[in-house]
């Protein structure tokens, strides 16, 4: 009997296990390209299909995502998205939630690999673009990426144009006469956070203003992490007029710190968030803020899966950009007076 493994196949033909299991079970379309190559890999190596399946061909129909933070209102939006297209699709999902954990995100992704899932969604900040490129270059395994761009042409990217969108609040802000803005970031690691305050300096730069350093504090991107940073900027002297935040949470976190310190929103401080969570349309007052398609993001996500897995994908620019308008509520206003 042959001592050629599944995996033997799927390195040699340059494919993914689960395409492979495809192939020999018949369990879904595969790009007739891709089948013959796998076919001829079968064939050059004379692998046998074992009679009873083994414990790696578990992950026929599965697909594996992994998120930074179920507790960010901003995520499940995704999930319910990508949930709901893999069942049109006759795809069960295995969610991962890593907690904002470089470590965590590894380790979920090699063991949604060591599942024999047919694809991956990544939607998490911290781990290393690199390491994802080697994730799947090393395993073939299919990825679609949200929220992050890789540059690579075999790798799918569902982005929005993070340092655009500061840029366009960043504007909004100037064109109310505001000319002391901060900007709350996210841990200096997530490359959103770099793309945003890229955006905020270019509009600055335009009228000859700049970010001030101890105005772009870096903290945890959640509700504490919001009212911390925003805090330090308080007990300064000098206090900015408006204030842009990595996400909604931390805005939300940062409103919770201007009303403590006595200061009223948006008569003091102006206040822009982004990713366009429920929440903000309710919060006190509505939260000014850059709008995600997150359920569609994660639907499109599971199309754009299938087609790799499929061998149907054909690389483009190696991403798709989604709109993101700027929802301006009553968190904004024109600056009346400055802050001292």
């Not at 599965?62 to 049109?88: H, K, M, Q, W, Y």
């Not at 690579?152 to 002391?180: G, K």
């Amino acid at each position: 009997m042959s001592t050629t493994k599944l995996l033997d196949v799927a390195r040699y033909a340059g494919v993914s296990p689960a395409t492979v299991s495809r192939v020999l079970n018949k369990t879904a379309h595969v790009n007739e390209n891709t089948r013959q190559r796998v076919l001829a890999a079968i064939a050059k190596l004379g692998y046998e299909q074992p009679t009873i399946p083994q414990p790696q061909q578990a992950g026929h129909g599965s697909i594996g995502l992994v998120i930074t933070d179920i507790l960010n209102p901003f995520f499940p939006e995704i999930v319910r998205g990508v949930e709901d297209a893999a069942g049109i699709n006759g795809l069960a999902m295995l969610l991962c939630n890593t907690s904002e954990d470089p470590q965590r995100e590894t380790q979920a992704l090699h063991a949604l690999v060591k599942r024999d899932v047919d694809g991956i969604i990544v939607c998490a900040s911290r781990i290393a673009n690199n390491d994802l490129i080697s994730l799947h270059e090393n395993n073939k395994m299919p990825l679609v990426v949200i929220n992050r761009q890789l540059n690579h042409p075999d790798i799918p990217c569902i982005i929005v144009d993070f340092e655009d969108a500061a840029y366009r609040s960043t504007q909004h802000l100037l064109s109310l006469n505001h000319t002391r803005i901060a900007y709350l970031a996210g841990s200096g690691a997530i490359t959103p956070s770099q793309a945003r305050q890229r955006g905020i300096e270019k509009a600055l730069t335009e009228v000859n203003l700049r970010l001030r350093p101890e105005w772009c504090p870096v903290s945890f991107p959640n509700v504490e992490g919001g009212f911390q940073a925003m805090s330090s900027i308080l007990a300064q002297e000098e206090l900015p007029t408006s204030v842009i935040a990595y996400n909604d949470i931390m805005a939300l976190g940062a409103l919770h710190a201007i009303r403590k310190h006595g200061l009223r929103i948006p008569d003091d401080i102006s206040l822009i968030g982004c990713d366009g969570i429920a929440m903000a349309a309710h919060s006190n007052p509505p939260l000014t803020t850059i709008n995600q398609p997150k359920y569609r993001m994660g639907q499109l996500a599971i199309e754009t899966l299938r087609q790799v897995i499929e061998g149907n994908y054909t690389p483009n620019s190696g991403y798709t950009l989604m709109e993101s308008p700027l929802l301006v509520r009553e968190s904004t206003a024109r600056a009346l007076h400055s802050l001292s």
